[in-house]
C-alpha cells in the first residue's frame, strides 16, 4: 500500500517536470528557434553570401567597366577629355621659323623669321590663325629687321581617320614694319600676303604637332608711295614649327 502511494507521487512529479519547463528550458527553446531562424534567412536566395564564404571574382568586362568608370567621374571632377585635332572649341599655340631666298629686281636677298602663332578652328578642319613674326633682311643695300602681324586661313584635310596626318592650304595677309627700307628702295611699311601649303603629324601619344610648309613670300607697299617706290620682293618661304594645345 505504501510502496504504491510512492510510486503514484512520483510519477505526478515527472509529469510535472515534463509539462510545465522551467525558466532555464524556455531560454533553450527560444534560443534554437532563433539560429533556425537566422541560417534559413542566411540561405535565402535574396541575401548574397558574405565575403568569407566564397572567393572574390573579378574579370576582364567588369576590370574595364571600372576604368570608364573612373574615367568618368574624372570629366565630372572637372577633366574634360581633350579636344581631337580639326574641331572648334580648342585654342593652340606654335613656336617656329622660316627662311626665303627672293629676287628684287634681279637682286638676289636672303629673309628670315622667328614666328609665334596662335590658331582655333571655327569649324571643322576651317582654321583661324593670327601670327607674331620677328624678321631679318639681307639685301644689297642695308641689312634690316622688322617685325610684323599676320592673320591667315587654313583648310586641313586628314589623311587618317585618327587626324595624326593632314595637309593643309592656306592664305592671308599681313603688315610689316623695319629698320631699313625693305626691299632696299621701298619703304619701311609694306604688306606681306601669303599663300602656300604644307602639312602637319602628331608627336607620338600626345597632342602636340609638328608643322611645315612652303609659302609664296612676298612684300611691297601696294603701290602706297607710288610706283617708283615699289620694288616688290618675291621668293619661296620654307617654314617649320611646333604646335600644341593650350
Not at 573579378?58 to 567597366?65: N, P
Not at 573612373?70 to 572649341?89: F, T
Amino acid at each position: 500500500m505504501f510502496g504504491r502511494a510512492l510510486a503514484d507521487g512520483a510519477s505526478q512529479t515527472y509529469s510535472r517536470r515534463v509539462t510545465m519547463p522551467g525558466p532555464l528550458s524556455a531560454s533553450i527553446v527560444v534560443t534554437t528557434a532563433l539560429c533556425v531562424l537566422c541560417r534559413v534567412v542566411a540561405a535565402s536566395p535574396d541575401n548574397p553570401p558574405a565575403p568569407g564564404d566564397a572567393p572574390l571574382k573579378l574579370d576582364a568586362d567588369e576590370i574595364r567597366w571600372n576604368d570608364a568608370a573612373r574615367s568618368s567621374s574624372d570629366e565630372s571632377l572637372g577633366k574634360p577629355a581633350p579636344v581631337p585635332y580639326g574641331m572648334p572649341g580648342q585654342w593652340w599655340l606654335s613656336v617656329g621659323a622660316g627662311v626665303a631666298a627672293a629676287q628684287t629686281d634681279g637682286d638676289f636677298a636672303a629673309d628670315g623669321r622667328l614666328n609665334l602663332t596662335t590658331s582655333t578652328f571655327l569649324v571643322e578642319d576651317f582654321e583661324f590663325l593670327m601670327e607674331w613674326d620677328f624678321w631679318g633682311f639681307m639685301q644689297d643695300g642695308p641689312d634690316a629687321v622688322g617685325l610684323s602681324w599676320s592673320f591667315l586661313l587654313r583648310v586641313h584635310f586628314p589623311l587618317d581617320d585618327e587626324r595624326n596626318t593632314t595637309f593643309f592650304l592656306d592664305g592671308g595677309v599681313g603688315v610689316l614694319g623695319s629698320t631699313e627700307r625693305v626691299p632696299e628702295d621701298g619703304t619701311f611699311v609694306n604688306l606681306i600676303p601669303k599663300l602656300g601649303f604644307g602639312w602637319s603629324h602628331r608627336l607620338g601619344d600626345s597632342a602636340d604637332r609638328l608643322v611645315g610648309g612652303v609659302r609664296w613670300h612676298h612684300i611691297s607697299n601696294a603701290r602706297i608711295s607710288g610706283e617708283e617706290s615699289n620694288p616688290s620682293r618675291d621668293g619661296v618661304m620654307f617654314y617649320l614649327g611646333y604646335t600644341f594645345p593650350l
